[in-house]
């Protein structure tokens, strides 16, 4: 490492093998973004890689919450044997709150909270400075291929996640969209739609080949909390742009699409369920002039990416 170069190190709570391989977990997912940026910057989530780092200066400390399980006792005593490292939290869901162990070093040492939303929006409150960058922007995928719209098979997917706070939503737009979830969760999405849903795994991000290629529109639904609650717009409005599938949004995103500074065409808003498949039907006649509106959407990205791979940076230098 040169002289003057600070060394930043990201742990991941649950000490895994190969966990860091995954491009399917966001967490994991957004702390490789921001360590590729860093001149020197490293991983760790084994006990060996821990060992590695036992004695050596680390600068930048960054947890990378994703789970409340995981050896807190190792980490506490890790934490201990670098007091002079700056202790950072980087999170992209607000509903986090900090494990009791975490939440004692960080209320002693002071902790800089990264995240993609408000800190007003966050309960834990001990944060001695805060930053917000759109973390999201990193669910981009670089590596999909894409496949022309004629030989695509499928018309709607959801792939988002099953949360009490879009239950509201679910019945009216769902019961005939194919819909990726865990098996764990299909139970419950049988109990609110019926039997007759169509159900595929999550999601595979790995290889750019996600089944998400085979769909021309996926829907974009959102927890009430944030209609009013900006957090930037999804990972899977990054996913679905990157794929070339068009997205159609609940009207009820609007204050989101306004304050992302995407502008959404007004095609791609539907009022409710008859209302989405009557646009789909229309925009099936004509698929390929829909999505060129889309895809001119991606120069905003590569903006808005530029802008939160400078604030990253600026963050940790």
């Known amino acids: 490492m040169k002289d003057g170069m600070k060394r930043t190190v990201f742990v991941e709570f649950k000490t895994m093998k190969h966990v860091w391989d995954q491009k399917t977990i966001a967490h994991i997912r957004i702390a490789r973004f921001a360590k590729d940026l860093l001149p020197c910057a490293d991983i760790v989530t084994t006990v060996e890689q821990f060992k590695k780092y036992w004695h ?9 919450y994703g789970s409340r399980f995981g050896d807190f006792d190792l980490i506490k005593k890790f934490v201990e044997a670098h007091p002079e490292s700056k202790i950072f939290w980087l999170i992209n869901e607000y509903e986090l709150t900090p494990n009791s162990t975490l939440k004692k070093i960080w209320d002693e040492r002071g902790v800089h909270v990264i995240s993609n939303f408000s800190k007003d929006f966050l309960s834990y409150k001990g944060f001695s400075e805060y930053d917000v960058i759109n973390l999201n922007v990193s669910a981009y995928r670089e590596d ?7 030989e695509r098979k499928y018309d709607l997917l959801y792939f988002g996640r ?20 865990s098996k764990k969760n299909i139970p419950k999405w049988r109990g609110l739609l019926g039997k007759d849903g169509k159900y595929i795994d999550k999601v595979n991000w790995n ?9 021309r529109y996926s829907l974009y639904l959102e927890d009430v909390f944030t209609h009013s609650h900006f957090s930037h717009l999804a990972d899977r409005f990054y996913e679905a742009l990157s794929y070339g599938v068009l997205l159609l ?12 500074g995407y502008p959404i065409s007004g095609h791609q808003i539907v009022e409710n369920g008859k209302d989405m498949w009557e646009k789909i039907d229309h925009m099936n006649k ?3 002039k829909f999505l060129d509106v889309q895809e001119a959407l991606k120069k905003t990205y590569l903006e808005e990416r530029e802008t939160a791979k400078k604030k990253i940076i600026e963050v940790f230098k």
């Open 162 to 181: 099953f949360r009490q706070d879009r239950k509201q939503y679910f019945k009216d737009y769902l019961e005939k969209a194919i819909i990726s979830t």
């Open 286 to 288: 004509n698929f390929d």
């Open 249 to 260: 949004f609940d009207k009820n995103c609007k204050s989101t699409i306004e304050l992302s």
């Open 56 to 64: 050596k200066r680390i600068d930048n400390l960054v947890f990378v």
């Open 144 to 150: 999909a291929i894409v496949i022309p719209p004629l």
């Open 207 to 215: 290889g750019g080949k996600a089944f998400l290629r085979f769909f």
